[in-house]
């Protein structure tokens, strides 16, 4: 079983993680970010990844600490479950689809952390923000995930209209779906999958 404890404090936030990767996709989530906790239920659900975050941050300022950090530890969390990287696929690529909007995700946990997402064909306009969240604080979020676990993260999001909800539900669950892909273990594999030996 690949799991991880991480927790992280600061000024700012107190966050901590727990996290099963050969889980059930069973959630305990309290961000004080309502909308991220949901797609944070829809990640872990469609990953089957057992997953319990509990955040305290300084919301009354703004969330922008909050989502961030919250990035940063499950990132950290993933890399940790993971260790050595070890017969992973390593690789993962899905998409999902929400009435008439489709996001696709594609991950490469190749240790040099990145993330692009983009509005693709359709997009007449950006989503507008939740109840204080918007597509920015995402984008912030994947980036900090993708740097602290070391994955290559490449979102697209195709038609995605002014509903924020509407928008982000697919990316989470292509996320989830991708990310179980690529840290399931290819019993083909032996060792590391890098041709350097070692993905650090």
């Known amino acids: 079983m690949r799991k991880a404890e991480v927790k992280r404090r600061t000024k700012e936030t107190d966050i901590a993680v727990k996290l099963n990767i050969d889980g059930k996709g069973e959630a305990k989530i ?26 305290k941050g300084d919301l009354k300022v703004d969330i922008h600490h909050t989502n961030e950090d919250i990035g940063i530890v499950l990132g950290q969390a993933f ?18 689809p929400m009435e008439d909007v489709t996001a696709s995700v594609v991950a490469d946990i190749s240790g040099r952390g990145s993330c692009k997402l983009s509005l693709g064909p359709g997009a007449c306009v950006e989503p507008v923000a939740q109840d204080g969240y918007s597509l920015k604080d995402a984008q912030h979020f994947f980036e900090a995930f993708a740097k602290n676990l070391g994955v290559n993260l490449n979102i697209s999001l195709n038609n995605p209209g002014s509903d924020l909800h509407a928008a982000l539900e697919p990316v989470f669950k292509a996320f989830g779906l991708a990310m179980d892909q690529a840290t399931q273990i290819d019993p083909r594999r032996k060792g590391i999958p890098s041709t350097k030996g070692v993905i650090d």
Not at 30 to 55: K, P, V, Y
Request: hydrophobic share 50%; aromatic share 10%; glycine share 14%.
């Open 79 to 96: 890399k940790k479950a993971l260790g050595n990287m070890n017969g992973i696929r390593r690789f993962g690529s899905m998409s999902a």
């Open 30 to 55: 309290n961000t004080g970010i309502g909308l991220l906790d949901h797609m944070l239920e829809l990640f872990a659900f469609h990953g089957l990844f057992d997953l319990e975050i509990s955040a």
